[in-house]
């Protein structure tokens, strides 16, 4: 059978082990991607202009005639469902091919994503097994009554099948097909290899939780320590990779395993590698073994530095404390680190941001400080309390449900104007102040000067991140241009 993925964005690890699945079981698998380059949900270049002389959707429905797919297949995240709708309609004005949605957005609201006109089935949660039952039974004209975790049409009217636990055991799965999106992402320069599946931590503003919630669809797993090195002396073998970027939401949790991993790391596969963490699970012993196999940066998801709104707001419950001995740690192995910070959190004030910068003066090895609107999702912890609270209009929140997002990507959902010029001006200094001195920086918050800081040019602070970017000697940076250029010139001259 003929499937064909419809992406929008970069590299998605998903959709690469459905196809390696779909590949595996004999079908030919293509993909057509719209890079998204300069569009809302891109947060370092953002022009509209730009964004639809680059849109390639004329070009995604030339390659569903040319491929002509049994199956068109969409995972698309909240922020992108209304791009991925928009698309389906058209492929289903000129094609017969049935037409999947999966993903995150479909797994959380199937019972809406089912009702549109363009969608014939949804796959809820994992997809690897339910992908090969929902082709078994097209090609055997069975119906789909019998397949879990599935949302379908059946004479123009919708049905939902039994919730099971479908996700499959990750050393059985096969290595991601990491050629779909080699030629419009840079996949092996910077390798992305998952670990795991699941959080365990249930964070109001992110869908983990809503995995966590329904723990029948996936809980927490792992992979073995043989199973990782394997893929990545496979990568390495047969790629050429030069770096390695370990995806998943928390790399170091269980240190047993992780000593494990690191030791065969180190003696295997011998490349620079970078993670994302948690204070909580930083200590000496990790983070030098971490150093000495290779990882050059760690990213930190801290959000607020007041406990308050952590704790209460975000559901997160580690201290200050102990994310600056997080930090502290880090300094002592020369392992450079990144910072998220959110911004428009509920119940924010000044003194909040104002208080990242006093909290990050101290360390030379920050290599930068991550800054990014809170972004509602629906059915989330966070979208409940801003709704209840007023922080979320009614509308808004019924915009989430359609995935209509775009409205806030870049300005949040701050309704006081004076605030949104506020948050504004932080967001310049967060992304400029690895290149200030700590001096300055006290006399910019002592005198507020940061409140002009929105009206520097946007090329100015792109130009700053970048130099920040050759300054620390960060691959990302040089990957980020060198993936922009390779996209705009595969675009122009095909």
């Keep these: 059978m003929k499937i064909l993925f419809v992406h929008y964005g970069r590299e998605h690890l998903g959709i690469e082990y459905l196809s390696a699945v779909l590949k595996k079981d004999g079908h030919d698998v293509e993909i057509v991607i719209d890079p998204a380059l300069f569009c809302v949900e891109?947060?370092?270049?953002?022009?509209?202009?730009?964004?639809?002389?680059?849109?390639?959707?004329?070009?995604?429905?030339?390659?569903?005639?040319?491929?002509?797919?049994?199956?068109?297949?969409?995972?698309?995240?909240t922020t992108t469902y209304k791009w991925s709708i928009s698309m389906a309609k058209s492929i289903k004005d000129i094609s017969s091919a049935k037409i999947i949605f999966g993903g995150v957005h479909s797994t959380v609201l199937p019972d809406m994503v089912i009702k549109e006109s363009c969608v014939d089935i949804v796959v809820v949660g994992?997809?690897?097994?339910?992908?090969?039952?929902?082709?078994?039974?097209?090609?055997?004209?069975?119906?789909?009554?019998?397949?879990?975790?599935?949302?379908?049409?059946?004479?123009?009217?919708?049905?939902?099948?039994?919730?099971?636990?479908?996700?499959?055991?990750?050393?059985?799965?096969?290595?991601?097909?990491?050629?779909?999106?080699?030629?419009?992402?840079?996949?092996?320069?910077?390798?992305?290899?998952?670990?795991?599946?699941?959080?365990?931590?249930?964070?109001?503003?992110?869908?983990?939780?809503?995995?966590?919630?329904?723990?029948?669809?996936?809980?927490?797993?792992?992979?073995?320590?043989?199973?990782?090195?394997?893929?990545?002396?496979?990568?390495k073998k047969h790629f050429n990779i030069d770096r390695v970027m370990f995806f998943d939401s928390i790399l170091f949790m269980d240190h047993e395993w992780m000593e494990s991993l690191l030791a065969e790391y180190k003696d295997r596969v011998q490349l620079p590698?970078?993670?994302?963490?948690?204070?909580?699970?930083?200590?000496?012993?990790?983070?030098?073994?971490?150093?000495?196999?290779?990882?050059?940066?760690?990213?930190?998801?801290?959000?607020?530095?007041?406990?308050?709104?952590?704790s209460k707001i975000l559901n997160r419950m580690e201290s200050n404390e102990t994310i600056e001995r997080a930090f502290s740690i880090c300094e002592n192995?020369?392992?450079?680190?990144?910072?998220?910070?959110?911004?428009?959190?509920?119940?924010?004030?000044?003194?909040?941001?104002?208080?990242?910068?006093?909290?990050?003066?101290?360390?030379?090895?920050?290599?930068?400080?991550?800054?990014?609107?809170?972004?509602?999702?629906?059915?989330?912890?966070?979208?409940?309390?801003?709704?209840?609270?007023?922080?979320?209009?009614?509308?808004?929140?019924?915009?989430?449900?359609?995935?209509?997002?775009?409205?806030?990507?870049?300005?949040?959902?701050?309704?006081?104007?004076?605030?949104?010029?506020?948050?504004?001006?932080?967001?310049?200094?967060?992304?400029?102040?690895p290149l200030i001195p700590n001096w300055l920086s006290r006399v910019i918050l002592k005198t507020h000067v940061y409140r002009s800081f929105r009206y520097i040019p946007s090329p100015v602070v792109i130009f700053a991140q970048l130099f920040i970017g050759i300054l620390r000697k960060d691959w990302r940076f040089y990957l980020y241009i060198m993936n922009y250029i390779k996209l705009i010139r595969k675009l122009i001259f095909g």
């Design 42 to 77: 891109d947060n370092v270049i953002h022009n509209q202009f730009l964004s639809k002389l680059f849109s390639q959707k004329k070009q995604i429905t030339n390659k569903v005639r040319t491929f002509n797919p049994d199956i068109v297949a969409f995972s698309p995240y």
């Design 126 to 235: 994992d997809g690897e097994k339910i992908i090969l039952q929902v082709i078994d039974s097209i090609n055997s004209e069975t119906g789909f009554s019998q397949i879990p975790n599935l949302h379908y049409k059946e004479d123009n009217q919708c049905f939902a099948t039994e919730r099971v636990n479908a996700c499959s055991k990750l050393d059985e799965l096969p290595y991601p097909d990491k050629l779909l999106f080699s030629e419009t992402n840079s996949v092996f320069e910077d390798y992305f290899i998952m670990t795991t599946k699941g959080c365990p931590f249930s964070c109001s503003y992110c869908t983990e939780s809503f995995f966590n919630k329904h723990s029948d669809l996936r809980g927490h797993k792992r992979r073995s320590v043989e199973s990782v090195i394997l893929e990545l002396v496979h990568a």
């Design 273 to 310: 590698f970078r993670c994302t963490g948690h204070v909580s699970f930083v200590s000496d012993d990790m983070i030098r073994l971490m150093a000495e196999a290779g990882c050059y940066n760690i990213d930190f998801g801290v959000q607020s530095f007041n406990p308050h709104i952590r």
């Design 333 to 433: 192995y020369k392992i450079s680190f990144d910072v998220d910070i959110m911004l428009g959190i509920p119940e924010e004030t000044k003194s909040d941001y104002e208080l990242v910068i006093h909290k990050l003066m101290p360390f030379k090895y920050l290599n930068r400080i991550k800054c990014f609107n809170l972004s509602y999702f629906p059915r989330l912890q966070i979208s409940e309390y801003s709704l209840e609270k007023g922080f979320l209009k009614q509308s808004d929140y019924e915009g989430l449900l359609s995935g209509d997002t775009t409205s806030w990507f870049h300005s949040s959902t701050i309704q006081d104007p004076e605030w949104i010029k506020l948050k504004e001006c932080f967001e310049v200094f967060f992304k400029i102040f």
